[in-house]
């Protein structure tokens, strides 16, 4: 097996750090007292989110930081989390434009998710996951 280069450990610190900001954003926005303190955009999302769409959510985030933890142990079941998130952004993403438009962040997230998934196939072909 092939030695990963050095950016691969920053690539995939970075694809947990972010991943797991979702997370803490998703345990959030599961507490009522603290989405009732939030700007009412944010209260408007969260509160016209169906089950499905908040499932995908959790999906989404905790799915990206377990791929991102498989990468950082670098095996190749990586990708398959991480194209697990990917779609489940995907229909985060698509229900959130439907409910309020086009969102800065909504791009981010699906573009992160993206490159993410991107970089795991390229690795896997790579030789640098098992």
Same mark, same amino acid.
């Given at each position: 097996m092939a030695k990963p280069h050095f950016s691969f450990w920053i690539i995939a610190g970075l694809g947990l750090v972010w991943?797991?900001?979702g997370c803490l954003n998703f345990i959030t926005q599961m507490n009522a007292d603290?989405? +009732?303190?939030m700007p009412e955009l944010y209260q408007l999302i969260i509160s016209s989110r169906p089950l499905w769409a908040t499932l995908a959510f959790? @999906?989404?985030v905790?799915?990206? +930081?377990v791929g991102c933890i498989l990468l950082l142990l670098r095996r190749d079941? +990586?990708? =398959?989390a991480l194209l697990v998130s990917?779609?489940? =952004? @995907?229909?985060?993403?698509?229900q959130t434009i439907s409910a309020v438009g086009l969102a800065p962040s909504? =791009?981010? +997230?699906?573009?992160v998710g993206a490159a993410l998934?991107?970089?795991s196939s390229i690795v896997y072909r790579a030789g640098w996951l098992r």
């Open positions: 991943n797991l900001m603290a989405v +009732a303190k959790g @999906l989404a905790f799915g990206g +930081a079941m +990586a990708r =398959i990917l779609v489940a =952004i @995907l229909l985060t993403v698509g909504t =791009i981010l +997230a699906l573009l998934f991107w970089y």
